[in-house]
């Protein structure tokens, strides 16, 4: 049961997904099978396209990943909800994504930077020089013609996978927080371009990962020496639960180390009538929380973060509709819209306050990131700090 | 008895586990009684203090009674935070 408030997105296909304990891809099919009377067929190895939809009382079993897709009739659903609560599995509806297709015709010139201009990027004297910027995310495409040229610190905490971004998103990420100030193509898009960037892959090419990945992640940056860290990922909370204890210990401990925590609200509000509370990890009190703004410098109508009981409401916001970025090759440029693209843009100008700045780090670097905010006029509370500002 | 078995491992999760901040020069002290109680070790990401392993969903009230160990959870899923059907692959 997560807080999400959009209605229809995601959309379930009236399938099953059972997620296994870690390794037990087998002897969790023949408990479904014993159990609730589910033939599990393994998925073809290599295969790319999805598994053909199961019927009820069949199911696809996915030893890699220890999940299995199922189709169940009401008598196996209810069976299955019991077998899962007893014995620890997690069952959710089978969610229908949708391709990343264009949903704006790309701006043109200055127009695609347009979060620049408005939090005083391009007039900025700063380019984060000497401050190193992690970016936990896909990876990066690291041949990239606006970062080949770089000297990128790399590391991957996916197993089996290299740091190379398959999926774009790292890529467009890394490409906000320090991009550089003449890419190849179009219009400046990137904010540190002076800035070390530490490229961490903590989520596979479908953008999937777990918290084990992620805190590996923060781990390997902290002891970079990396200032700012970029996580722009994150998992819906239950309304009204807390956030993870263990993550505000390690976000607390970054601090203490030099380091701020930067991580998107998420997306799943539909403005004005429905705003969802901030996602885990934001929403811990020591991981500065992102929200997106739209080119009216209003919240975007995803946007997450309200003013309620506990910390459900953002730290600061930031642009994030309508952003132009890096792809990887062959694509090379993208624009990319979500309280994702918010996030780094938040920890580009952290780089250019962190070397305006030397003396402020952790905490101090936090505070003067708010500090510089400008607050938006009637929506004080609700926009935490205001919107993000370049020195 | 073979199915019994497999039922038990169902319930084995990932976990990550927050030491304490005195008990953080000692962390390895830590791992060592963790996995006395049931965690199988995986990882020690000492810069932010914490322990990474699997766990049967059984044994972690006994890994929050560990001296020294401040937060027991369950690993989460994540996913990216682009809106979907907002990026778009065009060149330009």
């Known amino acids: 049961m997560t807080a999400s408030c959009a209605p229809g997105w995601p959309a379930c296909t009236g399938r099953q997904l059972v997620l296994l304990g870690a390794g037990t891809a087998r002897a969790g099919a023949a408990l479904l099978h014993d159990a609730i009377g589910v033939r599990l067929t393994p998925a073809e190895e290599g295969a790319c396209a999805a598994p053909a939809a199961p019927a009820p009382g069949e199911g696809v079993l996915f030893e890699r990943l220890d999940a299995a897709l199922v189709g169940a009739d009401p008598d196996q659903m209810r069976a299955l909800a019991a077998l899962a609560h007893a014995r620890g599995m997690t069952v959710e509806p089978e969610r229908v994504l949708r391709a990343a297709a264009v949903r704006s015709p790309l701006p043109d010139g200055a127009h695609a930077s347009w979060g620049l201009e408005a939090t005083g990027v391009l007039a900025s004297r700063y380019s984060g020089r000497g401050v190193r910027v992690a970016i936990l995310d896909t990876g990066l495409d690291l041949q990239h013609p606006d970062f080949a040229r770089r000297a990128v610190r790399s590391k991957s905490f996916v197993p089996g996978l290299a740091v190379h971004d398959r999926n774009g998103h790292g890529t467009c990420c890394a490409g906000i927080a320090c991009g550089p100030d003449r890419p190849r193509r179009g219009a400046r898009y990137g904010i540190a371009f002076g800035a070390e960037p530490y490229v961490a892959k903590v989520l596979d090419d479908d953008a999937h990962g777990t918290d084990g990945s992620v805190i590996a992640g923060i781990n390997w940056a902290v002891r970079q020496g990396c200032s700012v860290i970029s996580i722009s990922l994150g998992t819906p909370v239950s309304e009204g639960g807390g956030y993870s204890r263990v993550y505000e210990r390690i976000a607390a401990r970054a601090l203490a180390a030099g380091a701020v925590l930067i991580a998107p609200a998420g997306n799943s509000s539909q403005r004005p009538d429905c705003i969802s509370p901030v996602e885990h990890p934001a929403n811990c009190p020591s991981v500065l929380a992102v929200g997106a703004l739209n080119q009216n410098l209003a919240p975007a109508s995803f946007s997450n973060g309200r003013l309620d009981t506990g910390k459900h409401v953002v730290d600061i916001m930031a642009p994030g509709t309508a952003m132009r970025s890096c792809a990887p090759r062959p694509t090379l440029y993208q624009v990319a819209s979500g309280t994702s693209t918010a996030a780094p843009f938040v ?45 | 008895m073979r199915l019994d078995h497999a039922v038990r491992q169902l319930a084995r999760v990932n976990v990550a586990v927050a030491v304490a901040d005195d008990s953080r020069d000692s962390i390895r002290e830590v791992a060592r009684a963790c996995r006395a109680v049931g965690l199988e070790h995986t990882g020690t990401l000492d810069d932010v203090g914490v322990l990474t392993g699997t766990a049967l969903l059984e044994v972690l009230p006994e890994l929050r009674g560990v001296p020294g160990v401040i937060a027991v959870e369950v690993q989460r899923p994540f996913r990216t935070q682009s809106v979907p059907g907002a990026a778009c692959g065009r060149r330009d």
């Open chain 1, 347 to 391: 920890a580009g100008i952290a780089a250019l306050l962190a070397e305006a700045s030397p003396n402020a780090r952790g905490a101090a670097l936090r505070a003067l990131i708010l500090k510089c905010a400008r607050r938006l006029p009637g929506r004080a509370r609700a926009d935490g700090a205001g919107v993000v500002r370049a020195p």
